[in-house]
């Protein structure tokens, strides 16, 4: 850690407007400033030019322009006191480790035309970084879904819930979809755009994740049945094909 940062009582926005001018560029759409612990060859491959090197193109040329921050430990703002109505409280950036209530892994926010995500890289490790990475992307693209895209995957759910499908790809996208089961209009509605949204961010988070690593897909009640899971892959890997030399599914790999 550089001598010259105080990281005291600055909060991520803080944070981010103070080193604007030293973030490193990585590509036309990434850079990043890193205000942890000094980052070797292996680390920036690791943590940065790995998993952005493995987004597939139509995705990265429709993501805005994203400043990465890495910084040692994030703090949850003291938001308990505040309205319903009022915004959260903002994070903080911190050097020590903040009480166990108050730790945040990562937060993300808009300066200017750029998008901001800040992780928090001590006590986590690669593996959980890179899914909130790719959580984050897919959820920025599912906010800006074309209407093919849109279309094409909503025809996927609909499907699956006339076949009663059980289980989904995440804790997210599975209270969602519970909520529209109990709700009168299982196929239309806001309770389905919701929950069609999350379940594309999820599925998309899986599928990126999945291309750049190789990752396992927990077994569980809740999951949705591989063959399900299969079709939702092929239709992602059709709409926004990996980059080249990259597979999504082992037999790929193989071949």
């Not at 943590?47 to 990265?60: C, F, Q, R």
């Not at 094909?241 to 599914?249: D, H, K, M």
Request: a negative charge.
């Amino acid at each position: 850690m550089p001598a010259q940062i105080d990281l005291s009582k600055l909060s991520v926005t803080q944070f981010a407007e103070r080193f604007r001018g030293e973030m490193i560029p990585l590509s036309k759409t990434f850079s990043y400033f890193c205000a942890s612990v000094p980052m070797s060859e292996e680390d920036l491959k690791e943590y940065l030019e790995e998993p952005i090197g493995a987004l597939p193109p139509a995705i990265a040329g429709a993501l805005p322009k994203i400043s990465i921050l890495l910084v040692p430990y994030l703090e949850r703002g003291n938001s308990h006191e505040k309205r319903k109505a009022e915004p959260p409280a903002a994070d903080y950036v911190s050097i020590e480790r903040p009480p166990e209530g108050r730790l945040s892994p990562y937060t993300q926010l808009k300066l200017g035309e750029e998008t901001v995500l800040a992780f928090a890289l001590k006590d986590q490790e690669v593996a959980e970084y890179h899914y909130r990475f790719y959580h984050l992307l897919a959820t920025l693209t599912a906010d800006h879904w074309t209407d093919d895209v849109e279309t094409r995957y909503i025809r996927v759910l609909r499907d699956e819930l006339s076949a009663d499908v059980h289980g989904e790809v995440d804790e997210p996208s599975w209270r969602l979809k519970q909520a529209m089961r109990r709700s009168q209009n299982v196929r239309n509605g806001k309770a389905f755009r919701e929950y069609a949204r999350q379940s594309f961010a999820d599925t998309l988070t899986l599928y990126l994740h999945g291309i750049c690593c190789d990752i396992d897909v927990d077994t569980g009640p809740r999951q949705l049945p591989s063959r399900y899971l299969r079709k939702r892959l092929l239709l992602l890997e059709e709409l926004f094909p990996p980059p080249q030399g990259y597979a999504v599914f082992p037999e790929q790999l193989e071949a």
